[in-house]
Each structure stands twice: as C-alpha cells, then as structure tokens.
C-alpha cells in the first residue's frame, strides 16, 4: 500500500481552508446582493467545512497500526468519513431545494454583477482545488480525498449552476426581461439535484465496503490471472477480496499437486502473495490455503460459505 498520511493530510487541510474561505465569500456576496443560490451554496460550503474536519480527522486514525482490538488495521475510518460526507451533501441538497423553492414565491430581488463574479470566482477555485485534490487522491489511494473531490466537483456544478441562474437574472434586469428573475432559484433547484445525486453514489460505495462486499468481478478477475501465472496452481477453488479502507484484502484456496512437501507449498504461497503485492500497491494482505491436487482425482468445488441442507 503506497498511501502517505503526511502528505495526504496538507490536501485535507488546504482544502478545509479553502472551504473556509469560500464559505465567507459566498455568504457576504448572497446577503450583500441578496442571491438565494449564492446563500444557500455558501451554506453548502459550510458543510463543507465539516466534512473537510471530519476527513482530517478520519485520515489520521486510519494511519494508526493495528492494534489487538483492530487486528486489521483503522482503514475503514475513511469509508466512515465518506458515508458522514455523504450525509452533509444529501442535507445540503435538501437545504437548497428547500430556499430555492420559496424564493420561487418570494418578490424578486435586484441581482449584482458582483454576485455573478463571486459564483464565477467560486467555480474556478474549487475546479482547481479539484484537480489537485482528486490528483493526490490517486497517488495516495485515499477514499477521503476522493470524497473530497467528488465534493469539490458538486461545488464546482453548484458554482457553475448559481452563475448561469445569477447571469440570468442580471441580464434579464438590465434587458427588462420578464420571468429572468426566476433564473436564480431554478439554478438553486438544479444545483440540489445535482449534490444529491453525487451523494447518493458516493454513500452506497462507502456502504458496500462497511458491508464488506467483494470487489468487482472485473478486479477479481485480475487477481486471479496472478495467481494462475504460477503453473504450480492447478486450479482456484476459492477466491475472495474485499476493500478494507484503503486497502484490499485477499483471500484464497487453491490446488497445488499433492507430492509437494510444505515447504515448496510455503515457498509458492509466498511468491504468490509478493508477485499480488507488487503487480497491485492497494492490496495489503494475501491469505492463501492449499488444498491438494491430483491428476486421477474428481475434485468436489468447496462452498466459500456453508449452508443448511434443504429440506
């Protein structure tokens, strides 16, 4: 696993000042020239603060060893901290379904350039913080730092969504447009579906792993071809692996003929386990069972989990 605390957490914490800073500007912008989706996306941004603490938080436990009551580690602190982003955003979301739809009904307020340029201003900073964040995500396998960005793309659809709506409205004063005015709560309205469907993703992957289901079949598949690269492996009975925060546990049974001593059985086990951790940095552990193989023999597939006989 190449996953570097240090160096991951100075993202979490630009970004938490970042969002700090963005939250301020948006809110004195909306209030000062009474923007509905300005307000309620600097809202937004608050949220944003809390989940940036919550990542740095998470980020640091899940650096901690394992000790005897966390044989396995602290990892699943960061899926924990993605599900609890998750949750901010689905809040937010409703947040500003809820103000954009009343200010649909409210009388329109005059909208200022220098509302639309703060929602430009916004869209751009969080695209940079974006790529840097979503950059660092990947060289340093974090699931929170991937949160963080997926959370920093809805802000960047939510910046670009308030400055058409903004930009509408504006226009539409100066041009005497009528109905332009609504531009600025619908933007509000699309701004909200767009988080929540953004949450609602990141939340059922970070359920699956809580849940410890298996990585997907395309993956597995990957592993497999390792294992199988050993023409000593004469077949797979069994192969499982699961995302244990960021990282993935591997476990497995396979066949190797039955004249091997246990020597040259441990001697394969482990070629196998240093061959998997080096062709694929995320995976921490390779547990491997051996089961013997013999040419003249009918070989019965093992259930990876036993069930009762039906009756």
């Known amino acids: 696993m190449t996953y570097e605390g240090p160096k991951a957490l100075l993202t979490a914490w630009v970004s938490l000042v970042s969002n700090l800073l963005l939250t301020l500007l948006k ?15 600097g809202v937004h941004n608050g949220g944003d603060v ?15 060893p394992a000790d005897r009551e966390h044989p396995y580690g602290h990892g699943k602190a960061e899926d924990l901290s993605t599900a609890f982003i998750s949750i901010i955003l689905i809040a937010a979301a409703l947040f500003l379904t809820f103000e954009a739809i009343k200010a649909l009904f409210a009388p329109a307020s005059p909208i200022s350039v220098w509302a639309f340029g703060a929602a430009l201003v916004s869209a751009l900073w969080k695209w940079l913080l974006y790529r840097y964040t979503n950059k660092a995500a990947v060289r340093y396998h974090s699931k929170s730092l991937r949160a963080t960005a997926s959370d920093h793309l809805a802000d960047i659809y939510a910046s670009i969504a308030a400055a058409i709506g903004l ?17 600025d709560p619908l933007a509000g309205i699309v701004v909200s579906l ?12 970070a359920s699956n792993v809580l849940m410890e289901s298996s ?12 294992i199988l690269s050993f023409p000593e492996v004469k077949k797979i009975d069994i192969l499982r692996a699961r995302e244990h925060g960021n990282a993935v546990l591997i476990d497995a049974q396979i066949r190797i003929p039955g004249s091997y001593t246990i020597q040259e059985g441990d001697d394969l086990t482990e070629a196998i386990r ?22 003249d023999q009918e070989l019965v597939e093992p259930d990876s989990v036993p069930h009762l006989d039906q009756k």
């Open 167 to 183: 930009g509408i409205s504006w226009i539409g004063s100066i041009l005497h447009i009528p109905y332009t005015h609504y531009g």
């Open 274 to 295: 240093s061959k998997m951790l080096q062709a694929y940095p995320d995976v921490e552990e390779v547990l491997i069972h051996i089961n013997p193989w013999y040419e």
């Open 50 to 64: 809390i989940a940036s603490i919550a990542t740095i938080g998470s980020m640091k436990l899940s650096n901690h």
């Open 194 to 205: 767009l988080i929540f469907r953004i949450a609602v993703i990141m939340i059922v992957k």
């Open 215 to 226: 990585v997907d079949a395309t993956t597995q598949e990957k592993y497999s071809a390792v």
């Open 27 to 41: 809110l004195i912008f909306g209030l000062v020239f009474h923007s509905t989706a300005l307000v309620a996306d």
